[in-house]
């Protein structure tokens, strides 16, 4: 006699672990979200907020029921989508109307305070206070002065504040920090720095003040002291100026270009900025500035060059190598196609690297071997055909490895139907088996010379964009826009992310424009069929 019980029992037993999963699920997200809210509401990221908060209302309703059975399958894709390709563009497009960057970052608020506190002075009774440098993680070494807190501890030894560029010292909580021998050497949540690893980034610390008062502030004086000091600027908060104690300069809020400063009656600001929306300022200078907008062109002109250059020579190599070795007539074809594909196998920026020593002009491989004595990177002219070279070197594996597929779907009986026909071997290659060839591979074509139309790397480390004109270092010869908006966001000169997120946008727009036109063409190819 058979029981009826057994599957009721097994089928809730098997239920049991997935009912166990989805708890743990949900109760880390809740977690994650409870934990990550605050932090991003006191920092008001309130785009991040919203893709949080969406995505954990959109885990506890799907994953919280047996039903939307389709939609647990699509989230996870659509998240990733979200976080790592719409949220950036969206960001870059916010950024590209404000005028963020250097000097440029924070609020009004903050930039005063920043003003204010470098402005310290040291008195003959300042007092000094033994200081403590921590991070929030690991140290990194980095130049931006606000990812420092200052951990202080008065003459008593037992009364410790902590502060920072943008925050005023404020008394630390004890339970949250170790004091010994009169310093601080743990604190809750950060990293304490070393004496030398404060040495590394002294530079950036020396000129921060801790405000400690409406007149007065610490200073760094070495790797492990700081002194309060005066400040010599003082910010009148109605009548929205800043007056310098010593001279009695005046500086008021001015617009100068597009951004406004703190600025006297003779002209002469204060460097520190704040973030500001500009409108359509950083595109109507892309493409009314006459210097910038041929350099743009130019750019422009030469990624067209680099990009449709790079495909077409990998493309023609790789497939008359793969032509070659689909012959069946050739013996030993799985030991050339293995070989074939080494430069294939060795990581692109470890290749890019080698070769940049191969074109050095006095004791580069290039030159020794053949007799030359070729300023490879310091000729414009000689610097392209080098990128164009080292860059058919890396992807003609590529275009081998697809062409060689491609040409083995081709059905046989087509071949030997143009062979009956008359046709030789090379118009057989040209006139059947390339169109059909091009059917399988076009799209990828495409997405190559997109790919190189945005190729940082291959720019960057082998020719960092040289050579420059005299005196011009925003665009060199052989970069490409992309390389050229890493230079505007990260040069020398100064960071300027507003400028270079709308050099971007527009890069994006001729990216997409490009890649629609080129699948408009291509579409014509599916006649072959």
Do not use: C
């Amino acid at each position: 006699m058979t029981s009826t019980k057994a599957p009721g029992h097994a089928s809730r037993s098997s239920t049991v672990p997935a009912l166990l999963a989805r708890i743990l699920l949900l109760g880390a997200v809740l977690a994650v979200t409870v934990w990550i809210a605050p932090v991003m509401i006191a920092q008001q990221q309130w785009l991040w907020l919203a893709v949080l908060l969406l995505a954990a209302v959109a885990i506890f309703v799907l994953y919280s029921t047996r039903r939307f059975v389709p939609g647990k399958y699509i989230f996870p894709g659509t998240f990733f989508l979200v976080v790592f390709l719409i949220v950036p563009i969206v960001l870059t497009v916010g950024y590209s109307f404000t005028n963020f960057g250097d000097a440029k970052r924070g609020t009004k608020e903050e930039a005063i305070a920043s003003i204010t506190s470098n402005s310290v002075q040291q008195t003959p009774d300042s007092e000094r206070q033994a200081m403590s440098v921590g991070v929030v993680g690991g140290f990194t070494g980095s130049d931006d002065p606000e990812e420092y807190t200052f951990f202080f501890v008065g003459r008593d030894g037992s009364t410790v504040t902590e502060g920072s560029a943008t925050e005023p010292a404020t008394t630390a909580d004890p339970g949250s920090v170790t004091v010994t021998n009169g310093r601080v050497t743990a604190a809750d949540g950060f990293t304490i720095l070393t004496a030398k690893q404060v040495n590394q980034v002294y530079g950036t610390l020396k000129d921060v003040g801790v405000e400690t008062g409406e007149t007065t502030a610490l200073r760094p004086q070495g790797t492990t002291q700081a002194f309060e000091g005066t400040k010599t600027l003082q910010y009148d908060e109605k009548a929205d100026t800043i007056t310098d104690s010593v001279n009695g300069t005046v500086y008021s809020v001015k617009k100068v270009g597009t951004s406004e400063y703190f600025v006297d009656e003779k002209g002469d600001r204060l460097p520190q900025s704040w973030l500001q929306g500009v409108g359509g300022a950083n595109y109507l200078r892309l493409f009314t500035d006459a210097s910038i907008g041929s350099q743009f062109a130019r750019a422009f002109g030469w990624t067209l060059v680099f990009a449709a250059g790079s495909v077409g020579l990998t493309f023609l190599v790789g497939f008359a190598l793969a032509l070659v070795l689909n012959d069946e007539r050739l013996g030993g074809r799985r030991i050339y196609r293995s070989i074939l594909l080494m430069p294939y196998a060795v990581p692109g920026f470890i290749a890019l690297l080698v070769w940049s020593n191969f074109y050095n002009r006095d004791f580069g491989l290039i030159n020794q071997t053949l007799h030359l004595h070729l300023d490879w990177f310091g000729d414009p002219t000689l610097a392209k055909v080098a990128v164009l070279l080292t860059n058919l070197w890396m992807g003609f594996p590529y275009m081998f490895i697809i062409s060689t597929g491609a040409l083995q779907s081709i059905p046989k009986d087509v071949l030997e139907a143009a062979r009956m026909d008359g046709a030789s071997r090379l118009q057989a290659t040209f006139k059947v088996v390339m169109p059909l060839l091009l059917v399988a591979v076009s799209p990828l074509l495409v997405a190559s010379f997109a790919f190189n139309f945005n190729n940082f790397n291959a720019i960057q480390l082998l020719t960092g964009g040289g050579p420059f004109p005299a005196g011009q270092y925003t665009r060199g010869a052989t970069d490409i826009i992309i390389s050229m908006v890493y230079r505007t966001a990260f040069g020398g000169s100064g960071a300027d992310f507003g400028f270079a997120s709308a050099m971007s946008v527009a890069l994006f727009v001729l990216t997409g424009v490009l890649a629609a036109v080129q699948f408009r063409f291509t579409a014509r190819l599916e006649d072959v069929n």
